[in-house]
């Protein structure tokens, strides 16, 4: 008998196969499950020392497994610390780079501030003593101005400008720090401890400066208005003694007949002067008394040679018994200028110069004009 397998395709044959198949996994399964459960590894620690017994251990495969598991995953774990501890570690190393650069820049530019601030403050020191040596300066420019109103006789008027600063305290420093005559200037060395100011009294000073340039301004503008309004009075006092006859004709101040009632010279009897005599040597010099113009020069026997001049303010004045004329008709003549020589031409007992102010026409006592001779400069 001859038996002939035929694979038959139908379903229960592929039931079959799939039994199979779960069962050779099933089998599979069982085999690794026991390998790894009762299959065990046996770690032998054999001492050097021959009279100490070996140690074996006996482990399972899966315990091994595990325990191999575990290791690499400890392994991994320990890298990435590692990695990430690195990385932080230079992260920080550049941090703190960063951090000192800007930290030096800081600190430059905190050193360069405060040597704005030092230089501010020293500047600060050096406006208030200009403050108080402008506050002298005004009250010695003050002082002139008060001088010239006395020099030109002009009334002194209160004054708008006040100075805080005590002038005579200041004129007293201000002549102490002059060096004696004759003497060599002595040296400009300083010295002294360290007293460093508080920022609080620098801005105290700085305020007070302020202040003081505040007033100084002030000052300086009303100053500058008074200075102004008395250049006008000096300049109005000085065309005024320029037109007004208050120099006397002569050189001398020899008066040898006065103004008024007198006995005549010649006749004796009582007659009236219309003018002052001048004792004087013949040739000296005559001088205009006032700028004016010349309206009249000539001679009769009476007045001799004489001269005329006409001034502002309806006064004449007229220098008689000269020697000799030395301006002409229509000539402007000024203040001081020489006119004559003093003689004794016309009604005249000997050299001398008859001097008359007369004021719109009528003779007046010459002597409440006169003020200064001509060496005088007025
Ligand atoms: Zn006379």
């Known amino acids: 008998m001859k038996l002939k397998w035929k694979p038959e395709i139908n379903s229960s044959t592929v039931d079959s196969g799939r039994g199979r198949l779960s069962k050779n996994i099933a089998n599979i399964l069982r085999g690794t499950y026991k390998s790894l459960c009762f299959k065990k590894l046996t770690l032998v620690i054999i001492p050097d ?3 100490q ?4 251990f006996r482990i399972p495969h899966l315990a091994a497994y595990i325990a191999a598991a575990c290791f690499s995953v400890l392994m991994l774990i320990s890298i990435s610390i590692y990695f990430v501890h690195a990385h932080t570690v230079k992260q920080a190393s550049d941090l703190q780079s960063k951090l000192s650069g800007v930290n030096q820049q800081w600190s430059a ?12 403050q020293n500047e600060v020191i ?7 040596q402008m506050k002298t300066q005004v009250e010695e420019v003050k002082k002139l101005e008060s001088d010239l109103k006395t020099i030109a006789g002009i009334d002194h008027e209160p004054s708008n400008v006040a100075v805080a600063s005590n002038s005579s305290v200041d004129k007293a420093k201000k002549d102490d720090n002059q060096p004696i005559a004759g003497e ?9 401890s360290p007293n ?7 801005l ?17 503008q009303a100053l500058q208005t008074n200075l102004t309004a008395t250049k006008q009075k000096v300049a109005d006092k000085q065309e005024q003694l320029r037109i007004t006859p208050t120099l006397w004709p002569t050189s001398t101040k020899v008066v040898t007949s006065p103004f008024g009632y007198r006995s005549d010279p010649f006749t004796k009897i009582p007659s009236y002067h219309s003018g002052i005599d001048f004792g004087a040597h013949e040739n000296d010099p005559v001088y205009a008394t006032a700028a004016g113009k010349v309206v009249s020069t000539g001679k009769d026997i009476y007045h001799g040679n004489n001269i005329v001049i006409e001034h502002a303010k309806g006064l004449r004045t007229w220098y008689m018994h000269l020697n000799k004329i030395l301006v ?24 001398h110069l008859h001097y008359e102010v007369l004021k719109n026409g009528e003779s007046v006592d010459p002597k409440p004009y006169l003020k200064s001779i001509r060496k005088d400069d007025n």
């Open 49 to 51: 020392a021959t009279n």
């Open 328 to 351: 002409n008709k229509g000539d402007s003549v000024e203040k001081g200028g020489t006119i004559g020589l003093v003689g004794s031409t016309g009604r005249s007992t000997g050299a």
């Open 53 to 56: 017994s070996v140690v074996r």
């Open 196 to 202: 460093p100011v508080s920022q609080d009294i620098i």
């Open 204 to 220: 105290k000073l700085g305020h007070d400066t302020l202040a003081s340039f505040t007033a100084l301004n002030g000052e300086v």
């Open 109 to 120: 530019t905190l050193s360069s501030k405060n040597e704005a601030i030092e230089l501010l």
């Open 184 to 192: 060599s200037p002595p040296s400009t060395g300083v010295g002294g």
């Open 126 to 132: 050096q406006l208030s003593q200009q403050a108080e």
